[in-house]
């Protein structure tokens, strides 16, 4: 016997619901943060000569608009179920984090590429001193992005929000593109400008890096990829603690976004009613939803036990 339950509406809306509307405050405090920072490091480095902060800008200008794509994911992968997308919208949320790591590896790229111009050409001599306001500049970014990583990568955990963490390690990959931007200028003070370039370039690998893990999470999402082996566990013995259950014969898991399917098959008395399987199919189903809050869809069969009158643990 197969039994596919779903859960009501309202269940299934409301957590979505709430996700939606905390996920779109996180992403107007990183629009906002992103916005002043970036005018204010783009200010800097054009005043002060720095090649490295205007690289730095153009990365944090590049966060404004993953977090607009993050709000627009997250925003379409909270609606509910609809007749034509019957198993939810999740997998949109994975759709912005990997347009998301497309707009990072481009930022970077053209960081690398003029950098490598600058460094190829040999003209060190032309290369200007980075001013102070550079340096005090690099110093609040690396304060504010990292603070804006912490601050965003706290509701991600707490969301299980895949866009939501690939902006919060494009905050940290900012603040480490300004650690070598500090570097870069410091040097260039102490008499080495053509340090500033390089660190430019450095912080096209970063941008690159994160680019590429952000991509690969996304991925993995949309594939259906099965959940870890010990949340398997777990879910195994959350159905073998029910009554009427023997053994489970069989578990599939899939992660659909940031939710979890499983299919079940379980062992029961081949000599009890068809209404008395139904029930224990029940029980299984409401127990693994109830303990396992990310789980989704459960879809329970239950295959008749080769003993007769075979009864399982749970009843004594």
């Given at each position: ?65 993953s ?55 040999g ?60 570097i ?59 009554v ?28 009890i ?28 069969h ?15």
């Amino acid at each position: 016997m197969r039994k596919h339950f779903k859960k009501s509406n309202y269940l299934k809306q409301m957590p979505q619901e709430k996700f939606g509307k905390t996920a779109l405050k996180v992403s107007l405090v990183s629009i906002i943060g992103n916005a002043l920072l970036s005018l204010f490091k783009m200010l800097a480095g054009i005043i002060a000569h720095s090649s490295a902060m205007v690289s730095d800008a153009i990365h944090s200008m590049s966060d404004v608009f993953s977090s607009i794509i993050v709000i627009i994911g997250v925003k379409i992968s909270s609606k509910a179920s609809d007749k034509d997308h019957p198993y939810g919208h999740e997998r949109f949320e994975c759709v912005s984090a990997i347009v998301l790591s497309i707009i990072l590896l481009i930022s970077g790229l053209f960081i690398g590429y003029n950098a490598i111009e600058r460094i190829v050409s040999g003209n060190t001599n032309s290369l200007v001193i980075p001013g102070r306001l550079a340096l005090i500049a690099a110093i609040a970014s690396i304060v504010a992005k990292e603070a804006m990583f912490w601050y965003t990568r706290f509701y991600a955990k707490r969301l299980d929000s895949g866009a939501l963490m690939a902006d919060a390690w494009h905050h940290r990959s900012d603040a480490l593109s300004s650690i070598g931007a500090l570097i870069g200028i410091v040097f260039a003070r102490m008499g080495y400008p053509i340090v500033d370039t390089i660190a430019s370039f450095v912080i096209c690998l970063f941008i690159i890096k994160a680019a590429y893990d952000i991509f690969k999470d996304a991925i993995n999402k949309m594939v259906d990829r099965s959940c870890s082996a010990e949340t398997e566990q777990q879910i195994i013995e959350c159905a073998e603690k029910q009554v009427g259950v023997i053994k489970v014969d069989l578990i599939n898991t899939r992660m659909f976004g940031n939710r979890i399917y499983v299919d079940i098959e379980i062992c029961a008395n081949r000599d009890i009613t068809l209404a008395e399987s139904h029930d224990i199919a029940n029980k299984v189903h409401d127990a693994i939803e109830t303990t396992f809050p990310k789980v989704k869809h459960v879809m329970v069969h239950v295959n008749p036990s080769e003993i007769e009158n075979c009864v399982d643990n749970n009843q004594y």
